[in-house]
């Protein structure tokens, strides 16, 4: 990997941090110019390689540099903006470089499957927009920066939601309710960021971090927390604030919610992590108290009461969607654990669920395609019609459960583990609780997919069908990703106690 | 207490705003009425980042040679006498960088939250202008814009569906 960061032409290495977000925005307007999808899928498919590429260099570099710091326009902080890349930021963008290729690769046979040949074009060019506001925010050192940035993302995902009207029409409104609940979120962020200006003079983060320790008395900093943590919630799908979000993935078309579930609520809960470890710092009262009486609790009833939720959904997406929202609860409880080790387990499974949950979804999509099914029980026989992709499914699924031979094993394992050491006895029982409620519901799908008979065609006979290989191809890279990293989980596992240690020394230089 | 409210009226007015705005957003079940709501909370937090720029006695951040020559507003005219070099600055041919100097001794409003309001406006213009777009489908798709019946018509069909 050495070698081929090497090989990078030097002023694109030492400006890679800019331009690894202008390149999507600069593209986006041109696939928007592309006269059908095919040419707008293949700027996009470009771009996402190239961006791939730079984060991969950038994430080689921190590991030998440590922080990479990059004053935008050359203009120092604390005037102008500056991107700053450490361990922590390192692993989202892993994340969302990984799976966002990952997720246009799969995106041709689905987009053409599901959008209007007129408008996907137009489409891909919203992705993209949406892709260089994830990997903003991820990067940013900013906090209004970060504003911007994750409204960019906002913006382009309501519409991307929306476009699944072509299938059902209440993509419509699970967009427009997305869009006022995450405006509202996005909103109550800048307020915050708007106290903590007043409160410390400065936007940069490392800034604020530096002087925030003299005010911890300070009301307008303990609001600007507040503010903060429930704006970022609101973007996070933070149980109970996640209402926008089961409908948003249940309509929107197949790509968008694989893409969505496996980047746009990880990028916020590193932010989340991003403010409560390094702009605030874990031994001030205020966020003391909130590690325990916010996060765990709210994380642990999350994981519950969402897995209750999703036994009982109808619609095959709509599960798995009330699923990501328990699984935001571990990643929660994993912060309100507020140890390293907490922090580190909550890191990876922020990753592994991004494996798993993307598998699942990209899976449900080649169900799509190839029989428009969205329901539990249209699953039935799948294992028999469609044996490849059923076969990553289960995986995924299993995964899901934390079954061992899967990564989702290591999650579990390594937050019982950091709830034990606290001596949280009751967050390991919910965690057992949470998992066989998972046992449940993806049991549900997998016996339809297994047990139950194929309907049968006019002859008698089964219908095969084989999903395209763009299809298969990133499920399967994903599905075998989940077993992969059970029995190599080191490379997992260091880059995220780096993740955690960077969290807890700071931003500050 | 009302001494205390006075000095604050910026801030009252910014809350008064900001609750109107987020109550009309929960309560109306009209989807145009809702993102009126939630404009005139998102207006609420410029007027926030407004009155936290502002400095009591500040000129507007613009060079003394500029402001000069633009006339001179109000807000100009005090502060020139507060710096009554600029204007000798501005008489004779001084280099520019004595003006900068000259300019660190004015007082001047804080430009910085001007520009992320600037920012935060085309954010928030570029929302509503989705929102209302979606609001225009769903007019065409649904016929209506009432969330009550929006759901009475997403219950009726799914209901139909299952009974086919």
């Known amino acids: 990997m050495e070698f081929l960061a090497s090989l990078m032409p030097l002023p694109l290495a030492v400006h890679a941090p800019a331009i690894i977000v202008v390149t999507p925005l600069l593209m986006a307007a041109i696939a928007a110019l592309m006269p059908n999808g095919r040419l707008g899928w293949v700027v996009t498919l470009v771009s996402t390689v190239f961006t791939g590429l730079l984060a991969l260099s950038l994430i080689v570099d921190v590991q030998s540099a440590g922080v990479i710091f990059y004053a935008m326009g050359g203009w120092a902080p604390p005037a102008g903006i500056e991107f700053r890349i450490d361990a922590l930021n390192a692993v989202l963008l892993l994340v969302i470089a990984a799976l966002g290729l990952l997720s246009v690769i799969y995106a041709l046979p689905s987009v053409a499957d599901e959008i209007a040949e007129g408008r996907q074009a137009l489409f891909y060019s919203a992705f993209l927009v949406c892709f260089a506001g994830l990997v903003g925010v991820a990067i940013t050192g900013d906090a209004f920066n970060m504003f911007v940035f994750l409204e960019i993302s906002s913006i382009s995902t309501y519409v991307m939601v929306g476009m699944g009207a072509d299938k059902d029409r209440r993509a419509l409104t699970a967009a427009y309710n997305y869009l006022v609940l995450g405006t509202i979120g996005a909103t109550f962020f800048v307020i915050g960021v708007g106290f903590l200006y007043m409160a410390t003079g400065t936007l940069n983060m490392a800034g604020m971090a530096s002087r925030l320790p003299d005010l911890s008395d300070s009301r307008v900093v303990q609001a600007a927390f507040a503010f903060i943590i429930v704006g970022l919630g609101l973007k996070a799908a933070m149980f109970p604030l996640h209402l926008w979000l089961p409908n948003a993935y249940a309509y929107a078309p197949n790509f968008v919610t694989s893409f969505l579930a496996t980047t746009a609520t990880k990028v916020a809960f590193y932010t989340l992590v991003r403010f409560l470890f390094d702009v605030f710092w874990p031994e001030a009262p205020f966020v003391a108290i909130s590690f325990f009486w916010v996060f765990a609790i709210l994380g642990i009833i999350g994981m519950v009461v969402a897995s209750v939720q999703a036994v009982f959904q109808d619609d095959a997406r709509r599960l798995l969607a009330f699923s990501s929202v328990a699984q935001v609860g571990y990643m929660m409880l994993g912060l309100g654990i507020g140890t390293a080790a907490g922090v580190s387990a909550g890191m990876l499974h922020l990753v592994n669920h991004a494996m798993m949950k993307g598998a699942l979804f990209m899976a449900l999509g080649a169900f799509a395609v190839r029989f428009g099914i969205r329901r539990i029980s249209d699953l039935n026989g799948f294992g028999q019609t469609m044996p490849l992709t059923s076969a990553a499914f289960t995986i995924a699924g299993l995964s899901l459960i934390g079954v061992p031979m899967t990564v989702g094993f290591w999650s579990k394992w390594y937050l019982g583990v950091a709830a034990l050491e606290n001596g949280w006895w009751w967050a390991v029982a919910a965690l057992i609780l949470s998992s066989l409620i998972a046992l449940a519901y993806i049991g549900r799908m997998l016996a339809a997919i297994w047990m139950a008979e194929p309907p049968h065609d006019k002859t008698g006979g089964i219908a095969h069908a084989r999903a395209p290989w763009l299809m298969l191809g990133p499920l399967w890279v994903l599905a075998i990703a989940n077993i992969w990293f059970f029995f190599q989980p080191d490379f997992l596992i260091s880059l995220t106690n780096a993740a955690a240690e960077a969290a807890f020394s700071g931003v500050t230089r | ?164």
Do not use: W
């Not at chain 2, 613009?62 to 000798?88: D, F």
């Open chain 2, 1 to 164: 207490m009302i001494e205390l409210l006075a000095e604050r009226f910026n801030y009252i007015i910014v809350i008064i705003l900001m609750m109107t705005g987020l109550y009309a957003v929960v309560a109306t079940g009209n989807l145009v009425k809702r993102l009126v709501g939630l404009s005139l909370f998102q207006t609420s937090v410029f007027l926030l980042y407004i009155t936290i720029g502002k400095v009591s006695g500040g000129q507007p951040p613009i060079l003394p040679e500029y402001s000069e020559s633009y006339g001179g507003s109000n807000a100009g005219e005090t502060a020139m006498a507060a710096a009554s070099p600029a204007a000798e600055a501005a008489e004779g041919a001084v280099s520019q960088g004595e003006a900068l100097q000259n300019t660190a001794e004015a007082i001047y409003s804080n430009p910085l939250p001007h520009v992320l309001i600037l920012t935060a406006i085309v954010v928030g213009v570029a929302t509503l202008a989705v929102g209302l777009a979606l609001v225009v489908r769903i007019r065409e798709t649904y016929g209506t814009i009432e969330d009550e019946a929006l759901n009475q018509a997403d219950y009726a069909a799914e209901n139909a569906r299952r009974s086919a």
